[in-house]
């Protein structure tokens, strides 16, 4: 199977809303990550290493701000006539179960776009979703599909159990066929789950898409095909033949689509468990050039991450900083994650907390704190929405959320 006949299908397009404030003004794949690049950027990055150069990017919530972080896929060489990245919006149709446009899953999504994959007929269809933080040569899992003759491929990964239930789980025999898959469950038997990058053959994708919707369409003409999400029954239709196989990916992995794991994944990146410097897996970006960030000798960083363009006056432990941040003389932060462009004032502390683009700490203001618990729960971290204003010696409690353009005065 060669590499010029795969489509990629990068899905894009759903709300985020675990991410709450933070995905209230944009796609969670354009959720900023380590500073100076985006989600979006790993998947991309991971179809340019593989060489893989057609990607139908799925863009639907808040698609704008996906757009314009991709740049045409400039960065990843997708800028092309032929293949490259091409953008697969919301559109009316004519069939009464998805006229709206808009997809209410991602198995959801797929059948929308079933015609537009029987029409490329590729050899090979690889879904993926780009809220996840890992590197991985796509080009291992096709040959595993290829190898194996594969109706399907699930590339695999491992995770704790209790964060097991967040996912699919997979079992397999030792020959890689995959024998039991179970989605989101309460007491999860493996740690083994779905890394959410699949292989599928096109035609029997399109089969089962179209044999599923007259199971799940329940109420004709309502405007949902009721396929949800993967692991609800397209994935299982593929377990059930019995020629779906599992390929473990190598090295880190974790879904950064919640408060908790988003910050766990920046507090593996500064303890060096993630690698985004690694020349032979770059990770490639569209970021404007910005000056080189400054420390003052009144400032303090201790095991932090500091963007281009920050100016660091006063004291940052354990913390990621965003491009343009503005930390002033005699403020703190400390195990927190600040976006592009904040400033927090003299005097205050941000513990714990996720600061959005634009806000603006006040003198004196306090935000979040310190959880009694570890790990630190979604509930525990607090979160400040874009462009809002915490004000002079203003309080925000831990686990608070602020809206984006909120002001909080007390």
Not at 44 to 65: F, K, N, P
Not at 110 to 134: F, K, N, T, W
Request: include cysteine; hydrophobic fraction near 40%; aromatic fraction near 6%.
């Amino acid at each position: 199977m060669g590499r010029s006949d795969v489509v990629a299908i990068v899905q894009a397009g759903g709300k985020g809303s675990r991410m709450d404030v933070l995905t209230d003004c944009r796609a969670k794949p354009a959720l900023p990550f380590g500073g100076n690049y985006q989600l979006i950027d790993f998947p991309l990055s991971t179809l340019h290493r593989s060489g893989i150069d057609e990607v139908w990017l799925c863009v639907q919530y808040e698609a704008h701000s996906l757009l314009e972080q991709v740049a045409g896929g400039r960065p990843w060489d997708l800028d092309r006539t032929g293949g490259g990245l091409r953008f697969v919006l919301p559109q009316e149709t004519s069939e009464v179960d998805t006229e709206s446009g808009f997809a209410t899953g991602n198995a959801d999504l797929l059948y929308r776009i079933r015609g537009q994959i029987a029409d490329r007929a590729p050899e090979a269809v690889i879904v993926m979703s780009a809220d996840h933080v890992y590197s991985f040569d796509l080009e291992d899992a096709l040959r595993t599909h290829r190898s194996a003759d594969a109706e399907c491929t699930i590339v695999t990964t491992t995770c704790s159990r209790e964060e097991a239930s967040s996912h699919a789980t997979v079992t397999a025999r030792k020959n890689g066929t995959v024998t039991g898959f179970a989605y989101k469950p309460e007491q999860p038997t493996t740690t083994v789950i779905a890394a959410e990058i699949f292989v599928y053959d096109p035609k029997l994708l399109v089969k089962a898409l179209e044999e599923l919707i007259s199971q799940t369409n329940k109420v004709p003409g309502d405007g949902d095909t009721g396929l949800g999400d993967f692991g609800e029954h397209l994935v299982p239709w593929f377990v059930d033949r019995g020629k779906t196989v599992a390929h473990k990916m190598p090295g880190y992995w974790i879904d950064a689509g919640r408060p908790e794991t988003y910050m766990q994944a920046h507090r593996d990146l500064i303890d060096g468990t993630i690698d985004l410097a690694d020349s032979r897996w770059p990770i490639l970006t569209r970021q404007p050039q910005r000056s080189a960030a400054r420390i003052a000798a009144s400032a303090t960083v201790v095991d932090s991450m500091i963007s281009s363009g920050a100016h660091i006056l006063g004291d940052v432990r354990r913390s990621v900083i965003g491009p343009g941040v503005v930390i002033e003389q005699g403020a703190s932060v400390n195990d927190s994650i600040v976006f592009a462009d904040a400033v927090v004032k003299k005097g205050a502390s941000v513990d714990w907390s996720i600061i959005d683009e634009r806000v603006v700490i006040g003198n004196g203001a306090s935000v979040g704190g310190r959880p009694r618990t570890r790990p630190v729960p979604s509930e525990k971290i607090t979160i400040i929405g874009m462009n809002a204003a915490v004000t002079k010696r203003a309080r925000v409690p831990l686990g608070d959320r602020v809206s984006p353009s909120g002001r909080v005065t007390r």
